[in-house]
């Protein structure tokens, strides 16, 4: 139960909490640069794609860094998950918007498909780089703490270095 409680409970709730933020910062990126964006530039294709590729992506990464911050970490590793995670945003962003481009479009809703393939690659790829730092973080302090302890036993048993010489 102690596995569940501490390892994969925690997980499970940080995993649907950055989803939840990643669409929410996402959505709302994305009707924030379609304001400036029509009021603004000319409307090309091209234009629309970058705007919602970019601003759908940084608006995960906003969402997923939030819900995988660890307060007690140093400000230099959450603005590493955060500049990490930010191609990799990107990056799944735009992967969505080819992988909406091929889904069959149904009659009087274009877009939508492509839409709905960016919210979902960059939700999901925001979430990727913060986990897999995460991971990597929460595994070299168990393996700190580990060595640690193993190296020096006498620091951990509430005794000093001195007076575990002398009994």
Known sequence: MRLFTDNFL???????????LALIFAG?????????????WELTPLTVEVTAISAIGVGAVVGGSLAWADLDAPRSH???GVMVGVPAALGGAWVGLQYG????IQA???????????LKGAAIAGNVAPIVLWMVRASWTRYRSTALRT???DLHDGRSSS???RS
């Open 10 to 20: 925690p997980f499970a709730a940080r995993m649907a909490l950055g989803v939840f």
């Open 151 to 153: 190296s020096r036993p």
């Open 101 to 104: 481009r091929t889904v069959f």
């Open 28 to 40: 709302v990126g994305y009707v924030i640069s379609w304001a400036i964006l029509v009021s603004s």
């Open 163 to 165: 007076a575990a010489g």
């Open 78 to 80: 959450i603005l590493l």
């Open 108 to 118: 009087g809703m274009p877009g939508i498909a492509e839409l709905s393939g960016i």
